[in-house]
């Protein structure tokens, strides 16, 4: 007979839920601002980022006085940043369902590019996987009535591009959390200059404020904590394939907080990005086990 659950798996499945509705919660509450009007792009990405910034630099400030901060990594910086902007102009006009599939979908398929460019072999399976996951995108953004914003598309592929190669530059990082600290840190003089470059545009209500540090200091800031908590029991693979959850959570929530409609395009869509994808990992992690 089987014992009951060990208290530090349920720890780590907790940790993990709490991550995963976290990053969720980043599209949803972006959609939510920007879909209302309540707050320019431009000034949720940064106050996004100050808000980030604060909570991490807060949480690292003890050991930083005891130990010193680690150095610049200025390519992480620029990705963050990037990752940060683009994701939040492109939800000017993308759903979050379908902003958050365009996302993650990218990001693994940046990944796996990666993957393959270092030298890594796929199988015929992970090769199947991998053209399902592209024909899913293609077919997402495919024109048509239900196709999502052109821009709007580019815009969050590329913000996926940056947060892939973020990952693949994290995984270097002695301390993932205070390289993630540094990282928001450096990016707010980056972020105060895009913002006045946008100075024209500025539009912030009080609400609009509010769910941006939300999603900075909370969905963000504290959301990354929950993850590197979690990824202490998790291996790369379980880590990778839990977070495809995501687009699936967000697009749940677009439905029931923010009234957006599920089309058939984005169902088919997502069953073959998402499956493409977890078959890929599966069969990596068949590879490695």
Known sequence: ??????????????????????????????????????????????LRIVSGALVLGLMMWPAWRSRGRAPLNQWAVITLFFYMFFFAFAYRSLGAATGALILFG????????AALRIGERFSGMAWTGLVLAVA??????????????????????????????????????????????????????????????????????????????????????????????????????????VQLSVPAIAALGGVVFLGEGITVRLLLSSAATLGGIAIVLAQRARRTG
């Open 106 to 113: 990218s990001v693994q398929l940046t990944m796996f590019s």
């Open 136 to 241: 899913g995108l293609v077919y997402l953004v495919l024109p048509g009535v239900t196709a999502p914003d052109p821009l709007g598309t580019l815009l969050m592929t590329v913000a996926g591009i940056s947060w892939g190669f973020y990952s693949l530059l994290g995984r270097y990082a002695p301390d993932p959390l205070e390289a993630t600290a540094n990282n928001f840190i450096f990016c707010v003089p980056l972020a105060m200059l895009v913002s006045g470059a946008f100075l024209g545009e500025l539009h912030v209500t009080s609400a609009g404020l509010l769910i941006a540090v939300v999603s900075g200091a909370l969905a963000s800031g504290l959301g990354y904590v929950v993850w590197y908590a979690a990824l202490r029991g998790l291996t790369a693979s379980r880590a990778a394939t």
């Open 1 to 46: 007979m089987n014992g009951p659950p060990d208290s530090s798996a349920i720890k780590i499945l907790l940790l993990t839920v709490i991550a995963m509705l976290a990053f969720a919660a980043n599209s949803l509450l972006c959609r939510l601002a920007l879909g209302q009007g309540l707050i320019d792009a431009a000034s949720f990405a940064s």
